[in-house]
């Protein structure tokens, strides 16, 4: 089975994207929300994570996400370390979910692929673009944030121009563009793949 890795900026549309995907029956493995999973669930990455952090990062075996949060915003080594912990443990458990899966491909979607070369695993990579002003707008509708916090989440991802660089396939998710269509004609590619 083909693996085929899904990413975009923050507020691109990916998970509108993968739900496209998954309505035409592909699996899609929703990396950030496994990660977050794995991060209250995992023994080892959670020994790794307290090992690291002290045990207050879990309360009552919860992880205390805000400070989890604050803490990596500020420092960004910690952050590599976190993702070093928690991204071979998220690897992983798409491994062994894609084993259970049947088709032609799966998906995993994922924000981060073209900043960690995490897109080297997969055999095909499509990137859903978008401007920046317009995921900004998004971003800030959705979440019910400023611009000046979009944009500092921003600065941890790769620029439009790195993630169009690794893509096989673009969805454009913008204006007037139709995103069905384009779904529709990448899945018939991604099936004739070899
Ligand atoms: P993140 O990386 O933050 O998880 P994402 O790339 O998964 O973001 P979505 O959550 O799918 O992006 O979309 C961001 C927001 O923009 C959502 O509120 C979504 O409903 C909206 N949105 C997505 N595509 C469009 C579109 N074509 N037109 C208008 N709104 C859209």
């Known amino acids: 089975m083909l693996k085929v890795g899904l990413t975009g900026g923050i507020g691109s549309g990916k998970t509108v994207v993968a739900g496209v995907f998954g309505v035409l029956g592909v699996p899609v493995f929703q990396a950030d929300a496994e990660a977050r999973a794995i991060m209250q669930s995992d023994e080892a990455v959670k020994a790794a994570l307290e090992a690291r952090f002290g045990a207050s990062i879990y309360s009552g075996g919860i992880l205390d996400r805000k400070a989890m949060a ?19 443990a998220v690897r992983a458990a798409f491994d062994r979910w894609a084993l259970a899966q049947s088709g032609p491909y799966a998906i995993m979607e994922a924000a981060l692929m073209a900043e960690n070369g995490g897109w080297r695993r997969f055999d095909q990579v499509v990137v859903v673009a978008c401007s920046e002003a317009e995921r900004i707008r998004r971003v800030m509708a959705r979440d019910g944030v400023t611009e000046e ?18 893509a096989h396939h673009v969805v454009r998710n913008e204006g007037a563009e139709l995103v069905i269509p384009q779904v529709l004609a990448i899945h018939e590619k991604l099936k004739a793949a070899p």
């Open 70 to 88: 604050a803490i990596i915003f500020r420092d960004a080594e910690a952050l590599r370390l976190v993702n070093g912990i928690v991204h071979p």
């Open 149 to 166: 916090e979009v944009r500092a989440r921003m600065s941890n991802q790769a620029s439009e121009a790195e993630r169009l660089a690794i």
